[in-house]
């Protein structure tokens, strides 16, 4: 998609450019702006600026929107990563009993083992 846009872009500058060429190699170059005639070829020369200019504000605009689109994820993906830091930290508590009772058991285990290892002796 980035690739398809790109390329219509460029073949829109291309088109302007070569369109820009073909008016301003004309003799008699003829613009109406607001009903008034403009017979000059700085007329037509400004015509072709002020496309170029929008095509230059068309890519900036879009660049913008690309930077838009790539950040949103990752600011999602940070917001979810402290929602699930917060979560941990909610339910440690709540673990508390638990871990203690596994440190009993290790405690009572490691008591057991240095028992069988005295006596075997």
Do not use: E
Not at 21 to 38: E, F, P, R, T
Not at 53 to 73: Q, S
Not at 103 to 121: E, G, N
């Amino acid at each position: 998609m980035k690739f398809i846009t790109g390329s219509i872009f460029l073949v829109a500058g291309i088109l302007l450019i070569l369109t820009c060429i073909a008016v301003l190699s004309m003799n008699d170059g003829q613009l109406i702006i607001n009903g008034a005639d403009i017979h000059s070829t700085g007329g037509i020369a400004a015509a072709c600026a002020g496309g170029a200019i929008g095509l230059l504000a068309a890519l900036f605009v879009l660049g913008v929107t690309g930077l838009v689109l790539i950040g949103v994820p990752i600011g999602l993906t940070l917001v979810a990563i402290v929602i699930v830091g917060v979560v941990a930290l909610t339910i440690t508590p709540l673990l508390l009993p638990l871990l203690l009772i596994a440190m009993l058991v290790l405690v009572i285990k490691k008591c057991l083992h240095t028992s069988d290892a005295t006596q075997k002796s």
